[in-house]
T-cell receptor, first 109, second 117 residues
Framework: QQQVKQSPQSLIVQKGGISIINCAYE??????FPWYQQFPGKGPALLIAIRPDVSEKKEGRFTISFNKSAKQFSLHIMDSQPGDSATYFCAASWGKLQFGAGTQVVVTP | GAVVSQHPSWVICKSGTSVKIECRSLDFQATTMFWYRQFPKQSLMLMATSNEGSKATYEQGVEKDKFLINHASLTLSTLTVTSAHPEDSSFYICSARVPNQSTDTQYFGPGTRLTVL
């Protein structure tokens, strides 16, 4: 069963807009929450990650918001660019990574 | 970030043959590597955890006799798909855990596309 639930399955955003992807988990043992970006035919690339003792982390245009009580976390991509068009996976770990189903993001010019 | 390589990047083989895929950590030593499988338009599914110098730990439902994993050194893990069949066709991706970190930071290889005819 999917231990990490990710939504939406896909989204289309205009250049310059904000892309928001949400994930939810049940297992409170998870202690590390990374986001990966994957282009077709390539391996996932680590984008940004957060630990549960932090509520927000920002790196450039990418921000993770983390709500421990709700067991939810999200990725915000600010000023989305066509080069951001990719599939994004959230994950949660307590020794092994559990991936969400993925979100295909398309940024239109 | 750390660099992980895989070889080959793609391979086509006949049904019944065996295929070996290599995963290397290029700029760090990885005591733990992981092997994933990804079908088109789907997420990554963990197949097994590979620990240097010991037997791999397989996830439920993964046939250990079919997917042989060897982690003979701190920078190399191999996955051998034995007696491959068309249903084994998939995208195989390895990752390596960065040592001495308080988080489970894993860096992924570029993947190997396996097509079994």
């Amino acid at each position: 069963q999917q231990q990490v639930k990710q939504s939406p399955q896909s989204l289309i955003v205009q250049k310059g807009g904000i892309s928001i992807i949400n994930c939810a988990y049940e297992n409170t043992a998870f202690d590390y929450f990374p986001w990966y970006q994957q282009f077709p035919g390539k391996g996932p690339a680590l984008l940004i990650a957060i630990r549960p003792d932090v509520s927000e982390k920002k790196e450039g245009r990418f921000t993770i918001s983390f709500n421990k009580s709700a067991k939810q976390f999200s990725l915000h991509i600010m000023d989305s660019q066509p080069g951001d068009s990719a599939t994004y996976f959230c994950a949660a770990s307590w020794g092994k990574l559990q991936f969400g189903a993925g979100t295909q993001v398309v940024v239109t010019p | 970030g750390a660099v992980v390589s895989q070889h080959p990047s793609w391979v086509i083989c006949k049904s019944g043959t065996s295929v070996k895929i290599e995963c290397r950590s290029l700029d760090f030593q990885a005591t733990t590597m992981f092997w994933y499988r990804q079908f088109p338009k789907q997420s990554l599914m963990l197949m097994a955890t590979s620990n240097e110098g010991s037997k791999a730990t397989y996830e439920q439902g993964v046939e250990k006799d079919k997917f042989l994993i060897n982690h003979a050194s701190l920078t190399l893990s191999t996955l051998t798909v034995t007696s491959a069949h068309p249903e084994d066709s998939s995208f195989y991706i390895c990752s390596a855990r960065v040592p001495n970190q308080s988080t489970d930071t894993q860096y992924f290889g570029p993947g190997t596309r396996l097509t079994v005819l």
